[in-house]
Every structure is written in C-alpha cells, then in structure tokens.
C-alpha cells in the first residue's frame, strides 16, 4: 500500500486509528476458548466489528509467538483474512525486528513477503544496515522505534549525545538511510509535548503513536503537536477497544469503543 | 540452566564454541531439499556431527520466520531434539526482542516456555520495562546487545552521551536492574580492542561473540581481552561451520571446521 492510499482511505473513514491485536487467551470471552481456534475467532469479530471506523490493524507478534505454532497459525490466518476481505486496510506487523543485514532481509521477507504485511515495526539499536534490507520493499513501510510509550523510554532514548537525544539521532539519522520515504516512526502518546520538536525533524512522515487510552496519553494533545499537512498520524489502541468488555457483546462493545475514538478524530479531522 | 552448568561443560569439552544455525534454504546441500522438513533435516544432522565439539547451538529466529509456519515448525523440532538428546548444551533463541512489559512478558514466555530455550537474545533501546520481564524468568538467561559487529554499531552504539559510549552506559545500567545476575551480553569480535573496557565493567558476565570467522574478528584477540576467571565467553561461529561445504559432506566437513575452532579454544584455556 502506498502513503497515498493511506491518506485517502483516513480521508474518507474520517479516522486515523490503528487497533491493536495483542490477544491474550486470559483476557477474551470464556465462550471462545471452545473455538477450534480462539485468536482468530477473536481477530474476526473484532475486525468485522470496527473495520468501517479503523484504517490499520496492529498484531503484537509477541502474543502469537508465546502460543508457539498454533499462536503463528493464528496470526497468519488474521493477516491473510484481513488482506482477502478488507484489503484497503493497513497492516502493521508490531515485531520491532532487527538484526545485521542479511538476517534483516529474511525478517523483511517474513513479513512482507510470507505474511504479507503493509509494514512492520523495527528497532533501531544496531544502525543503517539492521534497517535498510527492511527499506528495500517497494510499497511496504518500515516503521522504527524513535520515542516510545513506556518508562524504559528514558533509560537510552532521551540520554543527550552532541547536543540532542538519542531519538533525534536515531530521526535525524534515519533520513540519510537509502529508501528512507518508506520509514515512519513509533512516537509514545505519553510524550506529547515532544512532537513538536520531532516534527521540526520529520514534518511529513507518518507516525505509529502508542499510548492513548490504557497507557494515558491524550490524542488532543498527540493531534496539536503532531498532526502533519498529510495527517501523518495513526493513533493505536490495543486494550481499551478489544477488551472493552470481556462478555458475549465483546465485538459491539469494542466497536463503541472504537466509535468513541474515531468520533474524536472526525471533529479534528473536520476542524482542521 | 545455570552458569554454573555452562563453565562446567566448556571445561569438560575444552571448549567455548557456540554454533548458529542460520539456515537458508539456499545454501544447503541440494539433496536435502527432497525431504520432508529440509531445515531440521540439517540441523539434525550438523549437531549430531559437533556437539561434543560446542557448548551451545544459536538458531536465529530471523532464518525460521522468513519460512512462515514451516518455519516456526522446524524451529520447534530443532530446540526438542536439542533438549531431549543433548540437554548438557546451552540454546540460544536469537531473537532480538523487545517491547513494552505485558509484551515482554510474552515473548519470555515463547522462548523459556513454548519453547523451553535456556537463553534469548534481546535489544536495549526500550530500557528497563522491556528487558526485566525476561530476567524474571529462573534458569533462564537474558543476552542483551551492547556493542554489535555490524558496520551499524556506530550510528548509535557509540554515540558518547555523559562522558562515555553508549553501549558502556547500556552494560552500567543493565546491572541495576532486578536479577541483573540472569543477564549476559552480546560484544562483537570485530571490536577486540573493546572487550578491555567491557570488562571494567561487567568483569564475569558471559559475553556472547559473534564475528569471528565470516565477519573477519580474532579469536585470539577475543580471548586476550574478554576471558573472565570463570571463562565468561561463548564465541560464535555459523556461516564458517554449517556451510564448510554444501554437498553431501556437509556434515563431516561443518565438525571439520568446528574441530578447527575447538582446538583453538582448547590451546587457549591449557595456557590460562
């Protein structure tokens, strides 16, 4: 999917929210773990839910990983259910992937190419040549770890180094990197003040913004600082939707919880 | 395992040789291609051939994942047979996780226990939240990377924020953290003349070296600067011993090359 068709589908849902899919099988409706296989049960409803008010779906490959080889089966049949039926949605592999070049391109070719994800997170530790394999896909995104969500963020993130934090490093770098207008970056919501500064840096590229709701950061806040002329926002929930209620009306609540978000977003959409 | 296990098998074998088994199906004798699980079908036979010359195997997930669900599925018959047949050595999910706690937790939980591996390799970017999770887990080991052997290593690794590269304050860091005791590192071998200042820092922890042979490092530089009293180094080697040779030698010639390396390695402990 190209940036283009991103910004025209946010257009015209009035939207630009991600959901994420972190399925834990101690959190969903107990009448689904009669299901043959109950992540994707639980993907599907969710999906046919509040696909009409979301523009991306976000699995966190962890929670399919720690399920081992039916948790992977579970994610390839949400990936490919979501490519068949509604292929005009973005699709994010949250993996944040990384490791030195030709090991990169294989985590590249699982994701885009096996799994057929849109883009797929990637972290940043090990420099240029752990990214820009993942860089090579023609229409596929690569979105790297610049400022996130969670306390560890201050550990190495935000140490200062030739007069800036490492994450405008790590922005400013990135932008030198061979097939750079593929990346976009994971910026917290929880550090809203910060976007300023990062759009001084990256005015137009598209970021990945965990942290509204659960995790407490405010998506006025995240759209006055961050929100570029192409919109470049996606604005990710994971637990305040898909676990919106944990009973048999699962799907419609998590659906009301999305409205409730994407209402928000079509007011700053509109008043722009 | 503990690392007391460990010490004991590399004083036993003479040996500190950790063998990575990347596996690209493109590189591998064609005749194994006929079978039903080419991946396995190759590891089965390259551990069989070295084990009693390795301490420790290292299948990158990268390798695994870019098969899809064959993939996953290979890993998981590679790990068994390792547990169930050989139990003395040490696993290595290289891997390179990473996220936010709850997240964390979950991987920790693909790799200790779905997969039931003694060590994972983990990045530091996300901080403290990210990588505790892991160190929580008994028996179990947590590698982190601290200074890569890529060309990358410099974007950011060695960036110098308060007085020192970022990497050492990654290594100062890591000790606060709750069973920082749990935790080894990944020091490239390209970067010998490093391992010195390395060891100010963490003088017994167990260091997992990649970069030697294929990337061009020197074991003999390696050990001059990075042996600790209890050995503390596991050096890896994977593209010089699993692809020695791809016809239907490769067996033969993969303990060809690993008995090269481990007897090295055992001159090098002899003359402690």
């Given amino acids: 999917m ?7 589908q946010i257009e015209k849902k009035k939207s630009f929210l991600c959901i994420g899919l972190d399925v834990d099988l101690n959190k969903i409706p107990k009448h689904l773990l009669n299901d043959e296989d109950p992540i994707f049960a639980f993907n599907k409803a ?7 008010l979301s523009v991306a779906y976000k699995p966190n490959t962890a929670f399919y990983e720690a399920y081992g080889l039916k948790g992977w089966k579970s994610l390839e049949k949400t990936i490919r259910y979501l490519n068949e039926n509604y292929p005009e949605i973005f699709t994010i592999a949250d993996a944040k992937r990384g490791d030195i070049g030709n090991t990169s391109t294989m985590y590249a070719k699982a994701f ?16 240029k040549d752990s990214i820009e394999p993942f860089l090579a896909f023609e229409k596929k995104h690569t979105i790297l770890l610049a400022l996130t969500s969670n306390q560890g963020a201050f550990d190495f993130q935000v140490k200062i180094s030739e ?25 917290g919501a929880t550090k809203a003040e910060y976007f ?44 305040g ?10 799907a419609q609540a998590a659906a009301q919880a999305a409205s409730n978000l994407q209402s928000q977003m079509e007011v700053i959409l509109n008043d722009r």
Same sequence: chains 1, 2.
Wanted: net charge negative; hydrophobic share 40%; charged share 20%.
């Fill in 2 to 8: 190209t940036t283009k068709d991103l910004v025209a």
């Fill in 46 to 52: 969710i999906i046919d839910a509040t696909y009409h």
């Fill in 112 to 127: 885009f190419e096996d799994l057929a994800f849109d883009s797929v997170t990637v972290a940043p530790y090990m420099g």
């Fill in 163 to 187: 007069g800036k934090e490492i994450y405008k490093t790590v922005l400013e770098t990135s932008k030198q990197w061979v097939n750079s207008q593929n990346l976009m970056y994971v910026v």
């Fill in 196 to 239: 300023k500064e990062i759009r001084k840096i990256v005015p137009t590229s598209f970021l990945l913004v965990p942290g509204v709701g659960a995790q407490g950061g405010s998506l006025h806040d995240v759209c006055k600082f961050g929100m570029a002329e192409n919109i470049g926002l996606l604005v990710n929930s994971s637990r």
């Fill in 241 to 250: 939707i898909i676990y919106a209620s944990q009973e048999h009306d699962f």
